[in-house]
């Protein structure tokens, strides 16, 4: 299939892989033109260009004779469009039908395999040559496929997300594309001859996967080829010579190596280099306790990676990076060999953004006596003459500071159990005030008890980092600097009226002159409207409100929804005119947005993975633009194309004609012709082409019958281009409708 599916989570940028279609989770988008007579049945489909991009509806779907690509996935997976079979008319240069299967002309490309065509087996004929991208995606009957020998080449994504249960693939295929047969989660067996030398992504999330024989010819198993594999036993073949870091990530399989293989080695379902000297891989099985040999001298960064059995470790290896802990969220004892030499601790990757490495669990670092370099005191990891603290016991109930202590790695800063926190009053350093620890002066905390449930904040304090999810905004590389923060059993903050940084209003806290949100408790129930006169707020000010049922925004921006669990209803109130959701940034636990709604003044819409059954609600003729300033056909067409239902409010104006402005002196007077059915316009410029939803306005005017109006010049600031877009009341809202540019002579 033409298409690329969109892909779903930002695993990628994770591990600093951009292995997926478009980062951030878009795909291109392409306008609803509705084109009945290329389709039959009840089947409609969308038409751009002789593309057909998509459709709804269940039945035979007919390949009108000018069309030259399809690209069916968002249908398929919204699952608003059911192809039980295609049909190609008469004429067409690039398709034909076989069976009501899709094939190009000469039927060497197996285009596309109709999503719901009944029957549970098909097999492949010698005469395709090529199984297209996504041909088999989403198909919802088949279970067994042969392909026959004389298919070379299987692409990317082939049976993404289809129930098939057993596959055969002869010795004539000689590529096997990324991720294709990613989410297949009740394919059980594949038999494979493939004369392949390299796999990715092969068998991502292929839970059911018992039996697949790596060819002979495999020499490289890549990226996340068999992550999630529950219950596959493998053989690694003797010419397997690179393994790369993450395939086995979050698996389970069972492993051996071939006696020939020259560069791995499998002890008890491990993988070793052959020399015993790297750890390579640790299935993510009911293994609870794990000893690293002696003879190990490096670690593969995701041998241990997000394993959430293990409970115990044994470390016998003189440098190690506790990054290699990552996620092992079950982990509750570390045990460090006498030799060890140097832990790096507070040194994360930069794309893991989370501090505290996830190990929630973890009650006990062990150091046995005499090592020169760290000690351990209460649980926690010191340096030999405890004045730098490391790592903490995250999953006690009570936590007590060694009086030495000088300074606290920022990865201390981890989401914990605490009930309370102690530390004598010797220590010259810091302080303990209800149970939150300070610096010395109360003006920062330092480590927050994850168990509490309020929190004032003391007059002194000016510092709250620690308890405050971060998620910085760039055009070239967003992302969170800080998350899952420590203070996620809050229900609502206070503040000392003496405090000179802060306000809390209603359990929420505010900057001192209300306007920014700074913290909204993760625990606090029920809806929430942003005050009006907030200004700003980090984008993931309200990431894991678990509590919060509904939210109204009335300023421009983004926000990151990830953990809100309960969150049904998102309103963007009138006058906001562009916005970015990231439902699932992570892939961490994403929100399942019910209504969304749209004001009318609307221009830059991003809404990213908002939930399967979210409901847009907007104004028909409304919204320009959207991924990175890409241009939309309107908030129907952009709403539609990324798989939520549409409700139609009303329908803005059309684009206002003939526009003029002339420089006369110091004055640009501006003119236009009248547009049947406006209550008024708006002239503006764009400031900055990055965020072209700020704009300024430069004459907003009352009364559809005006055709002129005049500013001066110097209120553009050296632009030369002005729009004007038209608007009309729609039960008391101003409804925008698309701009047109005007060009200032």
Known sequence: MAGKILKRTILDKYCRIFLFTGFFLFTGIFYNNTDTSASEGKIVVHIEDNIITGGEGKGILTIGKNIKDISLEKSFKSGKLKVTGFKVAKGNKYFTAKDGILFNKDKSVLDCYPNA?????????????????????????????????GVSVINDNAFFKSNIKLISIPGSVKEIGSYAFEDCAKLESVICKADIVSMCGTFYNCKSLKTFNIPDSVKEIGE?????????????????????????????????????????????????????????????????????????????????????????????IKEFNMDNLYGCVNLKKIIFSSDIENIIAGDRDEWTAVTGYKLRSLEDIVIPEGNKYYKS?????????????????????????????????????????????????????????DNVLYDKDITKIVIFPGQSKTYEIPATVSDISVILNDYLLDFTDPGFVRYNNAAYNLESVTADGLNSFYKAVDGVLYNKDMTEVILYPQKRKGAYAVPAGIKDFNPAVFTDAEGLTELSIPLNGTIVLNGCASLKKLVYTEGVTGITVYGNWLNTGGVQLEEVYIPGSIRNINLINIGENATVYG??????????????????????????????????????????????????????????????????????????????????????????????????????????????VINGIKVYGKPSEIKCK
């Open 377 to 433: 005191y209460e649980g926690a990891l010191y340096s030999a003459d405890y004045k730098s603290m490391y790592m903490i016991p995250a999953g006690r109930d009570t936590f007590t500071i060694n009086e030495n202590v000088e300074s606290i790695k920022d990865d201390c800063y981890c989401q914990n159990n605490f009930k309370s926190i102690s530390i004598p009053e010797s220590n010259k350093f810091f302080q303990v005030k």
């Open 619 to 728: 104004y028909n003729n409304t919204g320009e633009y959207s991924d990175d300033g890409n241009p939309i056909k309107g908030i129907k067409a952009y709403a539609t194309e990324m798989g939520y239902k549409y409700k139609n409010l009303g329908s803005a104006p059309k684009t206002v004609n003939n526009g003029k402005a002339v420089t006369s002196g110091k004055n640009i007077k501006v003119s236009w012709t009248k547009l049947q059915g406006a209550g008024g316009y708006k002239i503006s410029y764009i400031p900055d082409k990055r965020n072209k939803y700020k704009e300024i306005i430069l004459k907003n005017i009352n009364g559809g019958s005006k055709t002129s109006c005049t500013f001066k010049k110097s209120k553009l600031n050296g632009k030369k281009k002005i729009y004007i877009r038209a608007y009309k």
């Open 117 to 149: 065509k009944s029957g549970l087996s098909y097999i492949v004929k010698p005469y395709v040559k090529t199984i297209s991208q996504s041909a088999f995606a989403y198909n919802e009957y088949l279970e067994d496929i042969i392909i026959e020998d």
């Open 224 to 316: 996340y080829t068999f992550t999630g594999c529950k219950v596959l036993k493998l053989e690694i073949g003797a010419d397997v010579s690179n393994i790369a870091g993450n395939a086995f990530y979050k698996s389970e399989v069972s492993l051996e190596v071939d006696k020939n293989n020259k560069f791995y080695t499998v002890i008890d379902d491990i993988i070793y280099s052959a020399d015993g000297t790297r750890l390579e891989f640790l299935a993510d099985s009911k293994r609870e306790k794990y000893t690293i040999p002696d003879t190990v001298e490096s670690i593969n960064r995701y041998a241990l990676y997000e394993n959430r059995n293990i409970k115990e470790i044994t470390i016998n």
